[in-house]
């Protein structure tokens, strides 16, 4: 569990920038084995619209706009359902005809035997999904329960992207290297956490933005130590035991705004 944090943090600095599908993926991706990475958004009344791909071939993108995209069980389910949350494929009830074309067709040209998307609700009609595939082997049921496990956080960020843009998505198709630095970082509302000290704050918004304890301490001009009892003395006064339970009462507190 200790690798999501760094992409977690990032992926909250991310909201409201176009950095956020890039960083969300890698949120979502970190620990979950995929050959690569498509991103569409599905309307029910509009065509798709591809966002971006990773490790993904550009013609193949020209031929499900062209051509597959009325087979896409997924782009299906949502015009019939609007289902959101984790979709494996293996899981979609759909004509069978078409599945069978879609798999058949765009995903053996595609070189993909199983895929499982993470339908996120994007305004109006749409939704974005995001998909992690794979080329030789199937997901398991227990990285599928990983994913169910984690979706409000997934759908807590990208509602706040939502708010932050005031419903503008940004639809670039240019994927950015996974990792890259934030240009931006959290700021924490002065409604939120008031029994902090300025001190304690701006070590809170250093551990939001995904700086380890060294860091922390280089940038603030203190030892390591020192930056260990203030993450105790905060914990107290917030009365949390966990980065993790700090993590989720931010969320909470920019979900609820």
């Known amino acids: ?3 999501i944090w760094a992409p977690l943090a990032r992926a909250i600095a991310a909201t409201g920038t176009d ?16 050959d690569l990475v498509t991103v569409t958004r599905y309307s029910a009344t509009q065509t798709p619209e591809f966002v971006k791909h990773r490790r993904f071939s550009d013609e193949m993108v020209r031929l499900y ?4 995209y009325v087979f896409d069980p997924f ?23 078409k599945r069978g074309q879609y798999i058949a067709g765009f995903l053996a040209q595609s070189e993909i035997c199983d895929e499982v998307g993470i339908m996120l609700a994007d305004g109006g009609d749409w939704c974005l999904g995001i998909f992690l595939d794979r080329s030789t082997a199937s997901f398991k049921d227990n990285e599928i329960a990983q994913l169910e496990e984690r979706l409000p956080v997934f759908e807590a960020l990208h509602a706040l992207d939502i708010t932050a843009r005031g ?25 939120l956490w008031p029994e902090l000290s300025l001190r304690e704050r701006e070590l809170v918004q250093l551990i939001l933005a995904g700086h380890p304890t060294a860091n922390i301490a ?16 905060i914990y107290e006064k917030l009365d ?5 339970e700090l993590f989720l009462q931010f969320f ?3 979900a609820d705004r």
Not at 19 to 34: K, N
Not at 75 to 97: C, F, N, Q, T, V
Not at 220 to 228: D, E, R, W, Y
């Open 19 to 34: 950095r956020h599908v890039d960083c969300l993926i890698d949120l979502i991706g970190g620990d979950i084995e995929h």
């Open 252 to 254: 909470q507190h920019r």
């Open 240 to 244: 949390i035991t966990s980065e993790r």
């Open 1 to 3: 569990m200790g690798t």
């Open 167 to 191: 419903n503008e998505f940004s639809r670039t198709s240019a994927p950015t290297a996974p990792g890259a630095s934030p240009r931006q970082e959290p700021t924490i509302p002065m409604s």
């Open 75 to 97: 782009y299906a389910s949502w015009r019939r359902e609007r289902r959101l949350g984790i979709m494996p494929l293996k899981r979609l009830d759909d004509d069978e005809a």
């Open 65 to 68: 706009l062209d051509n597959y």
């Open 218 to 233: 280089e940038r603030l001009g203190i030892t390591v130590g020192t930056v260990k009892n203030h993450r105790r003395r």
